[in-house]
């Protein structure tokens, strides 16, 4: 099962020092106009291939542009044997209205 995550939870988590695993599978373009920090950047494309790089333990949150792309790669996943992995809801849009304006929308 996937469950949703928000913007506002995810810094959060971040805020009090837990470090899960942000998969951010945008395009490599989308990553120069806008990113957050301490994320692993696998495009959606290559995660079937890419997959044994992913620590199947650690809580994995996907991330994209607007979160329909992550879920995807999300439910992908727990279908891989992901124990523990969340959509990030709104994706990086989310991420620059609810907790940092200066990550560029596009």
Sequence with gaps: ?????SALELKAM?????????LDVR???????ARIPDVVHVP?????????????????IVMCHA?????RVAHFLADQGFTNVAN????ISAWSEE???TVPQY
């Excluded at 099962?1 to 995550?5: D, Q, T």
Aim: hydrophobic letters at 40%; glycine letters at 10%; charged letters at 30%.
């Design 14 to 22: 971040r805020d009090r020092g837990e470090q899960p695993l942000v």
């Design 99 to 101: 907790v940092d304006a």
């Design 1 to 5: 099962m996937v469950r949703e995550i």
């Design 27 to 33: 395009e490599e373009w989308e990553l120069q106009l």
């Design 88 to 91: 990030l809801t709104g994706g």
């Design 44 to 60: 959606m494309n290559q995660v079937p291939a890419r997959v044994a790089e992913l620590p199947r333990e650690a809580e994995t």
């Design 67 to 71: 979160g329909g792309r992550s879920l």
